[in-house]
């Protein structure tokens, strides 16, 4: 209770001190420097004693008025800024001070060097000395058409240790789908597998990193063309070393039932700000388009047909089928089941289980 006590009382007093603060702030910088600059002003030409401005006529003191609030209007709004630059300042620090922990960290590990862990156990003790992790102690081993993790701990760059020791293996022409709640680290296990992320442990096989292609739910899309967005990151240029000319990537769209916006948005050359033109659905087809067109030996499809219907989704997996794309898919549809041969359920409390999957059986609610 006396926690939550000083919790509320903190919400209530810290917005009303940054409030009024600005309140303050803005208030001194926008208008009592100026009061004070013409007030400076006008009492110099209101004093009866001042013997140089009794000589003027009404010109000359116009003239010298102007000239003279002008200076001190400029001045004020000096002293303006100068009272707000404290606020800049403290902004300007904490940009700073991130921007230098990031360069820390990622000269760390680049060294293998990186100890900022900071998760304990139960006894107090840290848990990434209590399993003698090190960042790049691992082995990386580059194969073509296997994945392959050997005793391989599943850990953040922050120290989380995730699961002690991950251990499967996958060759081309089996897909797995990967589940688990919120957490549990599906997104850590494909950061680790695309070398995002050092090894702390084990060894991992795995394919060259050309080889392997990852199509998020909410995929990027490109400035430029329509081509520009399913060859990228490839450009023009790389299209035409590998032989393919716009009616492949037309065929592309047939195969995610897409080639409506051809017509739709003027062709391959045109541009648009893709972001907004395209919906949700369709952006996660062209990502998929952009699949067939690199054509890797191994693809993470991290929920990336959740805004496609299920008729369109069972002909993209089968396409990937056909082109031999081996598939790791992270989704809780249950209609996906069938497109997978192996299962890796994460538990989220450092357990997980690699099996084969049994079209008998509900896997999907175990």
Same mark, same amino acid.
């Given at each position: 209770?006396?926690?939550?006590?000083?919790?509320?009382?903190?919400?209530?007093?810290?917005?009303?001190?940054?409030?009024?603060?600005?309140?303050?702030? &803005?208030?001194?910088?926008?208008?009592?420097?100026?009061?004070?600059?013409?007030?400076?002003?006008?009492?110099?030409?209101?004093?009866?004693?001042?013997?140089?401005?009794?000589?003027?006529?009404?010109?000359?003191?116009?003239?010298?008025?102007? &000239?003279?609030?002008?200076?001190?209007?400029?001045?004020?709004?000096?002293? #303006?800024?100068?009272?707000?630059?404290?606020?800049?300042?403290?902004?300007?620090?904490?940009?700073?001070?991130?921007?230098?922990?990031?360069?820390?960290?990622?000269?760390?590990?680049?060294? #293998?060097?990186?100890?900022?862990?900071?998760?304990?156990?139960?006894?107090?003790?840290?848990? =990434?000395?209590?399993?003698?992790?090190?960042?790049?102690?691992?082995?990386?081993?580059?194969?073509?058409?296997?994945?392959?993790?050997?005793?391989?701990?599943?850990?953040?760059?922050?120290?989380?240790?995730?699961?002690?020791?991950?251990?499967?293996?996958?060759?081309?022409?089996?897909?797995?789908?990967?589940?688990?709640?919120?957490?549990?680290?599906?997104?850590?296990?494909?950061?680790?597998?695309?070398?995002?992320?050092?090894?702390?442990?084990?060894?991992?096989?795995?394919?060259?990193?050309?080889?392997?292609?990852?199509?998020?739910?909410?995929?990027?899309?490109?400035?430029?063309?329509?081509?520009?967005?399913?060859?990228?990151?490839?450009?023009?240029?790389?299209?035409?070393?590998?032989?393919?000319?716009?009616?492949?990537?037309?065929?592309?769209?047939?195969?995610?039932?897409?080639?409506?916006?051809?017509?739709?948005?003027?062709?391959?050359?045109?541009?648009?700000?893709?972001?907004?033109?395209?919906?949700?659905?369709?952006?996660?087809?062209?990502?998929?388009?952009?699949?067939?067109?690199?054509?890797?030996?191994?693809?993470?499809?991290?929920?990336?047909?959740?805004?496609?219907?299920?008729?369109?989704? #069972?002909?993209?997996?089968?396409?990937?089928?056909? =082109?031999?794309?081996?598939?790791?898919?992270?989704?809780?549809?249950?209609?996906?089941?069938?497109?997978?041969?192996?299962?890796?359920?994460?538990?989220?409390?450092?357990?997980?289980?690699?099996?084969?999957?049994?079209?008998?059986?509900?896997?999907? #609610?175990?």
């Amino acid at each position: 209770m006396w926690v939550y006590k000083k919790f509320h009382r903190q919400c209530i007093v810290l917005p009303f001190f940054r409030f009024t603060l600005g309140f303050v702030d &803005n208030i001194l910088g926008k208008y009592i420097t100026n009061i004070v600059g013409w007030f400076a002003c006008a009492k110099t030409f209101f004093d009866v004693n001042n013997e140089k401005f009794n000589e003027m006529d009404r010109n000359e003191l116009m003239q010298e008025l102007y &000239n003279n609030g002008r200076m001190m209007l400029k001045l004020s709004e000096a002293l #303006g800024r100068l009272a707000l630059a404290g606020r800049d300042m403290t902004r300007l620090s904490g940009f700073t001070t991130r921007v230098d922990t990031l360069m820390n960290v990622l000269n760390d590990m680049k060294l #293998g060097n990186f100890e900022k862990a900071q998760v304990t156990d139960e006894n107090g003790n840290d848990e =990434m000395q209590r399993l003698a992790l090190k960042a790049g102690a691992g082995t990386l081993v580059a194969q073509d058409n296997i994945i392959k993790f050997e005793d391989v701990p599943l850990v953040t760059p922050n120290g989380d240790v995730l699961i002690e020791s991950l251990s499967f293996e996958v060759r081309s022409g089996r897909n797995v789908l990967v589940c688990g709640p919120n957490g549990c680290g599906k997104s850590s296990l494909f950061r680790t597998l695309g070398e995002l992320w050092p090894l702390f442990g084990g060894t991992l096989t795995k394919p060259a990193k050309g080889k392997l292609f990852y199509v998020p739910q909410r995929p990027y899309m490109t400035l430029g063309t329509l081509r520009d967005q399913v060859i990228y990151p490839d450009t023009a240029y790389d299209m035409a070393k590998k032989g393919l000319i716009d009616q492949d990537l037309e065929k592309m769209l047939e195969h995610v039932q897409l080639t409506h916006i051809l017509g739709r948005e003027g062709g391959w050359s045109a541009v648009q700000d893709w972001m907004d033109v395209l919906s949700g659905g369709e952006k996660q087809r062209i990502a998929m388009a952009r699949l067939f067109y690199h054509k890797p030996q191994f693809a993470i499809l991290d929920e990336c047909t959740s805004a496609v219907s299920v008729d369109v989704e #069972g002909a993209m997996y089968r396409m990937c089928r056909e =082109m031999n794309i081996t598939l790791f898919t992270v989704s809780h549809r249950k209609s996906l089941w069938k497109y997978h041969e192996y299962s890796l359920h994460m538990d989220g409390r450092g357990s997980y289980r690699f099996e084969q999957i049994d079209e008998q059986s509900d896997h999907f #609610g175990s």
